[in-house]
């Protein structure tokens, strides 16, 4: 099993301005003339932690990570007007374009995942290579299993907290009660909601409960950014045009080298996504790892990913 590489600190990091109303910030960090990589995290809304730089050999890789709109330490914090699918891809281009970057290697689970077929889809001559992980293309009964019924079979327990801020006349339809108040002027509905709706996440991303990442996702400050972005972009079905996009414009991207990581047991991001993808495009490595949930810790998932990252350093990096 292969463990993470040790902590290392970014040797650049600033803030970017890329819109009227949006800074985000960004960091650089392994080697200035390693293989450039870009690291795209989940949610929307989650941020980069620190802990991600050691996915990636330090010798190898200049790693790039930033906080999309709206979280992390961007700024504004836990904003939703201007924030879009569209804008964290131009963002991505933007921040390629600030560091001097001609291509690079896309690395996403969950969310991450999602905006690297976005990105990926879009720009493709700028992608050498695709990391995915947890797969979620944010269609329709994704949404339902997670939020609605479905995951709730196998956590009745937390799902039991998920249901508490919503009255039982609105639970028919959870991400719009939910909406409601993550977007209410009353602060206390809001981080009441953004609370319970973020460590319904937290509670069911790991085969095993972590205690620890219960204590950051039910952080008000995490869990605002994190449920309002999250919520928004799920009401707003991803700002994609049709719900199956990521899936029917693979042909743009079919051509790249990637590598698709997938836990059997994610109920955050059920593995018929991923095993879709596979379908769509057979080119693309699938690595099941059957003794995991969703989150980019768990250990089979954490090994199986440094493992693609160590191979695709080895590879050139022209296409
Ligand atoms: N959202 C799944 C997702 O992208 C439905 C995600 N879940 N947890 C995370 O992201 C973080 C660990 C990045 C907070």
Redesign the pocket.
């Known amino acids: 099993m292969r463990e993470l590489y040790p902590p290392i600190e970014p040797f650049q990091e600033g803030y970017l301005q890329v819109s009227n109303l949006h800074t985000i910030h960004y960091e650089e960090s392994g080697n200035p003339q390693g293989q450039p990589i870009i690291v795209l995290?989940?949610?929307?809304g989650?941020g980069c932690p620190p802990f991600y730089r050691q996915y990636f050999h330090p010798k190898k890789w200049r790693i790039v990570m930033f906080d999309q709109r709206g979280c992390g330490q961007s700024k504004p914090h836990a904003e939703l007007r201007e924030n879009t699918t569209w804008d964290l891809v131009d963002d991505i281009e933007k921040l390629r374009a600030h560091l001097g970057i001609e291509k690079w290697v896309v690395f996403g689970g969950?969310?991450?995942s999602t905006l690297s077929l976005a990105y990926s889809q879009t720009h493709p001559s700028r992608c050498t290579g695709l990391i995915l992980r947890g797969i979620?293309m944010l269609r329709q009964q994704e949404l339902r299993w997670?939020y609605q019924e479905g995951a709730s079979y196998i956590f009745p327990d937390a799902w039991e907290e998920y249901l508490k801020p919503i009255p039982p006349a609105e639970r028919d339809d959870l991400l719009t009660a939910y909406y409601k108040r993550l977007t209410s002027p009353d602060i206390q509905i809001r981080l009441e909601a953004a609370r319970a709706w973020s460590v319904w996440?937290a509670s069911t991303?790991r085969l095993f409960l972590d205690p620890e990442l219960m204590l950051i996702f039910g952080n008000n400050e995490f869990a605002d950014a994190?449920a309002r972005i999250?919520c928004h972009y799920f009401i707003n079905k991803g700002f994609l045009e049709t719900e199956n996009q990521l899936l029917l414009n693979i042909d743009r991207i079919r051509h790249i080298p990637a590598a698709i990581v997938q836990g059997r047991y994610d109920m955050?991001?059920p593995m018929i996504s991923a095993w879709e993808l596979h379908r769509a495009w057979p080119e693309a490595e699938f690595i099941i790892v059957p003794d995991a949930g969703?989150?980019m810790s768990e250990p089979g998932i954490k090994s199986a990913l440094i493992e693609k990252t160590d191979k695709f350093a080895d590879q050139p990096s022209q296409y």
């Open positions: 995290h989940g949610g929307p989650g969950s969310w991450g979620f997670f996440e991303s994190f999250e955050v991001c969703h989150s």
